[in-house]
């Protein structure tokens, strides 16, 4: 197969992809096509390429995974971008998500844990003209305060409760959307600032990889089988 039709055939799998997530009704148009405009088989390691626009988290290695694109769909309409965001995700992987917040909101931060997968996440986001998106390499739990305050701020692995320093980096009316629960399963929150009562919403059940972090979980091997592909029901389409 020529690169040219190498090419077609992602777009067109990537196309399929777009009316099957609109099908499912996990996200606003919008969100879609923000995902229609990221090459996803760019984010994961090659021999998973075929595979890249099926719905199904895939392996990056270190134990990590890119997700599911009915999760990134689903959590990223969760946090209702309007285009002018300063958005902070914790958990850069690949920098799929983070590709996708680009698309949608005016600035964002990503921050990874491990060394070479920010550098190789923060290479392939450059390479693709993503200069919005800054990755950092940081401890996921303290936030990234350089940087804030956020408008919006995802967690983008499963996390024993919801850090203080998340939500005092982040503005006054802004949205926080994050798995919290055990190491087993969590629920899907998002959680909006008012004061110091944060109004909490329970979008459903899901399995993420664990947030390894000071406070978070620690590092266990295997990591958890199913990865962040688990999509809690009735997703919310707002």
């Not at 390499?137 to 303290?142: F, T």
């Not at 008012?194 to 109004?199: A, Q, T, V």
Request: with cysteine; net charge neutral; proline share 9%.
């Amino acid at each position: 197969m020529t690169a040219a039709a190498s090419d077609e055939a992602y777009t067109q799998a990537r196309i399929r992809l777009v009316g099957w997530l609109r099908r499912q009704r996990v996200a606003n148009d919008r969100v879609l096509q923000a995902i229609g405009r990221v090459p996803r088989h760019l984010f994961v390691p090659e021999p998973y390429r075929d595979a890249a626009y099926e719905d199904r988290a895939l392996p990056l290695g270190r134990a990590q995974t890119i997700s599911q694109p009915t999760v990134v769909a689903m959590m990223t309409n969760a946090l209702r971008l309007c285009g002018d965001e300063r958005v902070l995700e914790v958990g850069a992987g690949s920098g799929y998500q983070a590709a996708v917040l680009a698309e949608l909101a005016k600035e964002v931060f990503t921050l990874e844990r491990l060394t070479d997968l920010a550098a190789e996440a923060a290479k392939r986001l450059h390479d693709l003209g993503y200069t919005t998106v800054t990755v950092v390499v940081g401890d996921g739990s303290g936030g990234w305060p350089d940087a804030a305050p956020y408008d919006a701020i995802l967690v983008t692995a499963a996390t024993p409760k919801v850090f203080p320093a998340w939500f005092e980096q982040l503005r006054e009316g802004g949205c926080l959307v994050a798995p919290v629960g055990s190491r087993a399963s969590q629920q899907l929150m998002r959680y909006t600032k008012f004061g110091d009562r944060p109004r909490a919403e329970d979008l459903g059940p899901c399995v993420f990889v664990p947030l390894i972090a000071e406070g978070a979980f620690p590092p266990t091997t295997p990591p958890h089988p199913l990865g962040d592909s688990v999509r809690p029901p009735n997703a919310p389409h707002t």
